[in-house]
C-alpha cells in the first residue's frame, strides 16, 4: 500500500519574527537555480487564506509549503505522485527531500536570525482519504513502515509516534517525537546513508 501523497512537516524552532511572504523570493530563487531534485514550475501566495497554505512552490512530482496552519509555522513538503515501489521508499524520499530543503532555509542569508528547524517533533501526513483514512487502526496499517525509516533516520535516538487527532474532518496525522538533539544536517546525513 503506497499513499497517493505523503507530507513531511518540520517546525521552525525560531518562528519569531518570520514573514511569509518572504519565502516568496526564496522560492522563486530556488527555481531560477535548479537548487532542488525535480522539475520546480511556479510559486504561489495563500496568505489571503485564513489558515492556509501559505507560500507554495510548486513542483511536478512535489510541493513545498511554508505554512502556519494552528499557528505553527514549518516547512511541509508534499510528495504527490506515486514514484516509489513501497511506503518505506515513500518516506524516505520524503524525508529527504524535505531535509534538503530546511537545509538551503537554514544556510539562506536572506533571514536574521538564520532560521532553525527543530527535529524533536515531525508531524507526517498521510493525504489519501481513500487508503488511509483518519480513524484508529490506520495507525496499524503505516506504523511499521515509518518505524523502520525512523529508526534509520534517528539511529539509537527513542522516536515516539502516535496520532494527532481522530476526526475525519482532517487527513490522517502522525506526530513523531524524540528527546534528541540531532541538527537538520545530521538527519540529512542519514537519508544519505545505504538502508
Known sequence: MIPLRTQVKFFLENPEGVELAAFMGVFQRWIQQNLL???????????????G?????????????????????????????????????QLRNSFRLALRACELLENDPTFTPRLKFRTDEIEIRFADRLQIPNRPESLDLVKRDLETVLGELYGSNAVHIKPVQQDARHI?????????????????????AEH
Open 172 to 192: 490522517f496525522t502522525i506526530k513523531a517525537t524524540s528527546v534528541s538533539a540531532l541538527s537538520i544536517a545530521d538527519l540529512q546525513r542519514q537519508t544519505s
Open 53 to 89: 497554505p501559505g507560500i507554495v512552490l510548486i513542483g511536478h512530482a512535489s510541493d513545498y509549503f511554508m505554512e502556519s496552519h494552528n499557528g505553527r509555522i514549518g516547512l511541509l513538503y508534499t510528495r504527490k505522485r506515486q514514484t516509489d515501489p513501497d511506503l518505506q521508499s
Open 37 to 51: 531534485e525535480g522539475l520546480m514550475i511556479d510559486v504561489a501566495d495563500y496568505l489571503h487564506v485564513f489558515d
